[in-house]
């Protein structure tokens, strides 16, 4: 039988402690949030998901990540706002319950557009997940979504952007 992982409180919202199950409201979860890279939830606390990886990023208009392609394959629902989504190096227009699949290495961002929030489930494996790489695009660049020199590194690659913060969920961010 598995076992329940309890609930920690801390300054920015509920953690899981252990492997065990739990249950909790994505409002209550802890989240990060980064002026330019956008706000979001990632559920797993410290012991992290060993196999999938699963998260809810809210983008407000003109936030956004940077173009990459990863090993494993990602997945993304669109459940609130619209978005742009760059796939390898075209701009495609998102709006609510848009489903985007990605195969291992397929190169992709959302940049948040649209007059208020747009919130993405994400999902992606994590067991093996290996490389990740974060390519020079023209296209991302435009939304300065693109990493300023190829690296595999995520550090070397978000260098340039402010640190983000962990932080409690603010009213607003989820539909």
Known sequence: MVSEAPLKETEAGLVPEGDGWFVVNARDARWWRNDVL??????????????????VTVLLPGQH????GESGQEDFLVVSGGCLLILEGEELQLKAWDFVHCPPMTEHIFVGAGDGPCAIVMTGRRKDSGEVVYPVNEVAAKYDA????????????????PRGEMTRYREGWLP
């Not at 956008?38 to 998260?55: D, L, N, S």
């Not at 990540?65 to 990459?68: A, F, P, S, V």
């Not at 693109?146 to 978000?158: F, N, Q």
């Open 146 to 161: 693109s990493a300023l020199e190829e690296t595999k590194s995520p550090k070397e690659a978000y260098a340039r952007f």
């Open 65 to 68: 990540g940077l173009y990459h």
């Open 38 to 55: 956008g706000q979001g939830t990632e559920f797993e606390g410290e012991a992290g998901f060993p196999e999938v990886g699963f998260f």
